[in-house]
């Protein structure tokens, strides 16, 4: 028993007599007595050149130091300087082995931080080299021992930190970066920090703020914080309340506009149990603002998440004019104002779901969901629209101005010599790269949609797509009173990506169709289509030169617009009756019952050898080709006479006119005038006529020669009308 108390008695003494020598240090001692001493062993150590320009200070209640305008040198050019340093510890708190910081503070740090050409940074040659001839007497380095797999925490490892801070601040500090290889260069600059009261366990107050400028691009941001932080004393656990930030930036990525952002809510972590939360998030970037809850558990690669997002409803050409850039050119000027988010979060395996999803785009409204799989990239879709109009936000027709293959061919034939235009390259289509990566399943549906003029509604889509093999499974919907189905595909895992085209057209009435998707007004009536098309390449010149396939159509109870094909049968006729007739007042329709045909795709070319249709007393019959580049058409008709055409005298039907063919030219631009595309074909009337003319002639001859040979076999007998009779089938066989 006494030997421990002797042994408490002398543990006591020493502690006094070590609390006495550390005052009588601190009394006597004189720490600015040795500033050469100091900057003598840096600069032995390291490429340093320390200055230690202002006094140093020392206390022992509480123990500090104070360090005033320091700086350091690297290689001759400015490194480090500080005006003032002070570091502050409670005597007693080392001696319960629990370190109070009293005071932390850090005023005009200044730090030029640089790489050179060669990508080295100065910071890197702070500590000199070792001479050459001690790295030669230097015995070989023991190879590095082989990591060992971590092991559980021992008790003293697991240990609750014991550390307080009661101040900490740092002002008007700068931190310079500069890049010589790129030129890029940095500024950190009037950072300031101040935090009170930190304490494993405790909640402490946090305020930071500081400026940047960015060189290239020039841009300047000033950042503020502040914010409530909690850490526990394993540090396993922490938490961040009452956030706000806010940025500002400006410069040359903004146009000269100011830019703010401002971040605001709480953010909760637990390592242990692998969980994070964020709660009431609200970010507001110029007049965007997007708030999120939500709850995350597994911080491996497949984690789990649940909460919610939205986005208010913002204007897009706001948001744009905010942020200095351009507006967006659209044919109306109202679009883009509206845009709005709101969805459910999900996902666990490393799979998200955003369930349900509401997106809104100015009057157009999808709901429906999505999903994306992190591991595999997959991404899912199923969403359904009441309707969209993708006129109202394609660009002016003013400012698309004409294609370029038309606007060289014009500008050559003015000037005479090939335009810029003429000579710039094509360029591919699609980026065959990129859709090799895509992994998706998409299924759309849209009530009514507007695009190019065309209305369409009742709209399913089904895409899929697997490392560049894409499928439209299903393109079906209805639109001018008829429906339509599509099926595709395009295979892009080779360099030549080859394209198939199936539709199916039924029942959807031609004119309104036509009008509305080219201006042009050609044919009306119910129309039933079959294509299939096949094709290869990535550029739209190629595409059609590939094309290749067949459609069949016909179409019931229409006309032909533009053109009235029995007048110009009525003016042969005409001829034909060595008359004249007036069809200048004539409507400028041709009404049949049924026109169908077959088309053979050649490239920009479609030839039809089978064109037929019902008219009133005629049957049309034609065959020509359409060249889709130039948008042109060139066809031969025949007018067969097969009755009644026209009440008008000149236009009479005649066992002599009955079953002539009128032949008509159909040539010309189909975006031109139609009523010009067709006429009556002068060149082969004639050969009309020869054939009447011939036939007119045979029918006369062979029934002059029935007369005589009638006569003839009246006054014969028996064996002589049997001779007579076969002289009359040979005689008639010439005229044939």
Known sequence: MKALRYALWTLLALIVLAVIGVVVAVSVINPNDYKPQIEKAVESHTRLDLKLNGDIGWSLFPIGLKLNDVAADLDGKPFIRVNRLIAEIDFWSLLRLQPSVGTFELDGLNAELSKNKEGVGNWTRIVAEAPAATKTLQTPAKAAPQPQPSQPQTAQAGKPLQFDVNSVKISDAQIHYADAATGQKVALEKLNLTASNIAPGKTFPLDLSFHVDNAKPQMGIDATLSAKVFADKSLKKFAISDLSTKVTAQGQPFNGKSVDAKLTGAVTADLDKQMASLSGLELQVANITLTTSADITGFNNKPDIKGELAIKPFSVRKLLDDLGQPDIKTQDDSVLKKVALQTQISGSGGQLNLKPFQLTLDDSNFKGSLGYNLLSGFIGADLNGDQLNVDRYLPPKAAKGKTTETAASQQQSSSGSPSPAANTPEKDLLPLDTLRQLNFDVKLGLGKLTAENLKISDIQVQATGNKGLIQLKALNGKMYDGSFATTASLDARSSKPTWQLHNDLKGIQTLPLLTDLAKVKLVSGAVNLKADVKTEGNRISTLRQNANGEASFNIANGALEGMNLTAKACEGIARLNKDSIDTGNWPDKTPFDQLQGTVKINGNTLNNTDLSAKLVG????????????????????????????????????????????????????????????????????????????????????????QKLLDKNSQKSDGSQQDSTENLKNQLKNLFK
């Open 618 to 705: 005629l049957a049309l019959g034609g065959n020509g080709t359409v060249d889709l580049k130039q948008m042109a058409l060139d066809y031969k008709l025949g007018l067969r006479v097969v009755g009644e055409i026209s009440k008008d005298k000149a236009c009479r039907v005649n066992p002599r006119i009955q079953g002539v063919v009128i032949p008509v030219k159909c040539d010309g631009s189909l975006t031109g005038n139609s009523k010009s595309l067709c006429r009556f074909d002068t060149a082969r009337f004639g050969d009309v006529l020869k054939g009447m003319a011939t036939q007119e002639l045979k029918t006369k001859a062979s029934d002059a020669l």
